[in-house]
């Protein structure tokens, strides 16, 4: 169905940053699963420094600026994550202190969708909770539900990294559809 009679765009975001992320797979799934009409974009992360105050006051950073751009002009963003002991891996906490600073961050009330796959048992639970708390401080928009957790991930993708888990893909064209619901909301 073709939802769009507004333009809506969606960037993704991946918290690991190896060739065969399974969570980058994710993403490359949500492609595909979006509403009809969305664009989606994918912004990397590791090209971005450590966060530094300092470097921050010798002026912009262009990897820094870029990043900052890329969220600036999407509607919502999409996460996909994995979980780092028991919390945010280092990467994607880095992109988004980054992404928090400045007069008029481009975090701001922007809605945003978490989800995570892990091998093991709870598929990312404990670091989307953790995510949440980043949201609340930065007052974004998160989706609620559903939640994508992606638990004993080695069985959810084929030989070539595809997600071919049916509950998978259908909850996340479910959370991709609340999502736009969100983006959408003030558009009016
Ligand atoms: C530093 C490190 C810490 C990890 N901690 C956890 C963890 O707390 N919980 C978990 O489920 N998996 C943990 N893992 C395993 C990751 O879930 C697994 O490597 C996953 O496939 C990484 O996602 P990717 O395929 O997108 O790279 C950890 C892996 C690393 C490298």
Do not use: C
Not at 6 to 31: C, E, H, K, M, Q
Not at 66 to 94: C, H, M, T, W
Not at 170 to 188: F, H, P, S, T, W
């Amino acid at each position: 169905m073709d939802k769009t009679p507004y333009s809506i765009r969606f960037v993704g975001i991946s918290g690991s940053l190896r060739n065969g992320s399974t969570n980058t797979a994710l993403l490359t799934a949500v492609r595909s699963l979006v509403p009809e009409g969305v664009a989606y974009s994918q912004a990397g992360i590791g090209d971005l420094p450590l966060f530094n105050s300092d470097l921050e006051a010798n002026g912009p950073v262009a990897a820094v600026e870029l990043f900052r751009q890329q969220l600036r002009e999407a509607d919502a963003i999409v996460i996909a994550s994995p979980e780092y002991n028991y919390s945010i891996p280092g990467v994607l906490k880095n992109a988004l202190d980054w992404a928090s600073r400045g007069k008029i961050s481009p975090l701001q009330n922007k809605p945003v969708a978490i989800m995570g796959a892990s091998p093991g048992p709870l598929g990312t639970v404990r670091m989307q909770m953790h995510l949440r708390q980043v949201f609340l401080f930065n007052n974004m928009r998160p989706v609620n539900k559903p939640e994508v957790f992606v638990s004993q991930s080695s069985s959810k993708f084929d030989a070539e990294g595809r997600l071919t888990d049916e509950r998978t893909i259908e909850l996340i064209r479910q959370q991709m559809n609340a999502l736009y619901d969100l983006a959408v909301q003030g558009k009016d």
